[in-house]
C-alpha cells in the first residue's frame, strides 16, 4: 500500500525568507503524481503544485518549487520570498494507479512578520 | 468559488440523527471524492463516484452511504451520529481522475453534540 509521510508537523519562517517542506513517500508504482495542497484558515483546500513522476524536471508556480527525488521517494515544498498569506496547513498528497489520493497528515506553517 | 459547491457549509446534530451532505461538482467534471477530515488531520479518503457509478471505496463506515444522480451532483448520508462523527467533510470533482489535481468545495462542517 502507498504511504505518504510528512514528518514537520509545524514550520516557521521569517517573511521574505525561504523555507522547505518536506515529504516522503512509499510505492511500488511506477507511474503516479504528486502534489502539495495548501489549506489557509478559511479551511479550502488549494492546489499548489503537481509533479509527474515521469518528468526529471522539478515543477516550479511562481514562488513555489518541489525538489523531486525519485530514488529517494521524496517530494519537498521549496516557498521562496514567503509572505504572510502563506500560512497554512500544507499537505502533500499522492496519486497511483487509484482513484484516489493519499494524502500526508500536514505540516502547519506560519509566517513570521 | 472553485465550481464545487457544497451545501450547508455548517451542521449541528444530535447523536442518533442523520443527515444528508449535498455536493455539486464543477461544470463538466464525471468524478465525485468524498473525504473526511478530522480536527488538525490530514484527509481520509471515503468514497469515489464517477458518473453515476460508484468507483472506488476507502475507509467509510458502514452507516455512512453516498450516491451520484444523474444531474452528477453527489450525496453523502450520515446515520447514527456519533460524537466522532464531528469533521470537515469534502466534496472534490476532477475531469479525468485526481492525477490532475482535484477542485475541492469549501467543506461541510459537522458537529455531533
Known amino acids: 500500500a502507498q504511504t505518504v509521510t510528512q514528518s514537520q508537523p509545524e514550520m516557521s519562517v521569517q517573511e521574505a525568507e525561504t523555507v522547505t517542506l518536506s515529504c516522503t513517500y512509499d510505492?511500488?508504482?511506477?507511474?503516479?503524481?504528486l502534489f502539495w495542497y495548501k489549506q489557509p484558515p478559511s479551511r479550502q483546500m488549494i492546489l499548489v503544485i503537481r509533479q509527474e513522476a515521469y518528468k526529471q524536471q522539478n515543477a516550479t508556480e511562481n514562488r513555489f518549487s518541489v525538489n523531486f527525488q525519485k530514488a529517494a521517494k521524496s517530494f519537498s515544498l521549496k516557498i521562496s520570498d514567503s509572505q504572510l498569506g502563506d500560512a497554512a496547513m500544507y499537505f502533500c498528497?499522492?496519486?497511483?494507479?487509484?482513484?484516489?489520493?493519499?494524502f500526508g497528515t500536514g505540516t502547519r506553517l506560519k509566517v513570521l512578520a | 468559488d472553485s465550481g464545487v459547491t457544497q451545501t450547508p457549509k455548517h451542521l449541528i446534530t444530535a447523536t442518533g440523527q442523520r443527515v444528508t451532505l449535498r455536493c455539486s461538482p464543477r461544470?463538466?467534471?464525471?468524478?465525485v471524492y468524498w473525504y473526511q477530515q478530522s480536527l488538525d488531520q490530514g484527509l481520509q479518503f471515503l468514497i469515489q463516484y464517477y458518473n453515476g457509478e460508484e468507483r472506488a471505496k476507502g475507509n467509510i463506515l458502514e452507516r455512512f452511504s453516498a450516491q451520484q444522480f444523474p444531474d452528477l451532483h453527489s450525496e453523502l448520508n450520515l446515520s447514527s451520529l456519533e460524537l466522532g462523527d464531528s469533521a470537515l467533510y469534502f466534496c472534490?470533482?476532477?475531469?479525468?481522475?485526481?492525477?490532475?489535481?482535484?477542485?475541492f468545495g469549501s467543506g461541510t462542517r459537522l458537529t455531533v453534540v
Open positions: 472534490a470533482s476532477s475531469a479525468t481522475g485526481p492525477r490532475y489535481g482535484y477542485t
Open positions: 498528497a499522492y496519486s497511483g494507479g487509484t482513484y484516489k489520493y493519499i
Open positions: 510505492t511500488s508504482e511506477s507511474d503516479y503524481y
Open positions: 461544470s463538466g467534471d464525471l468524478s
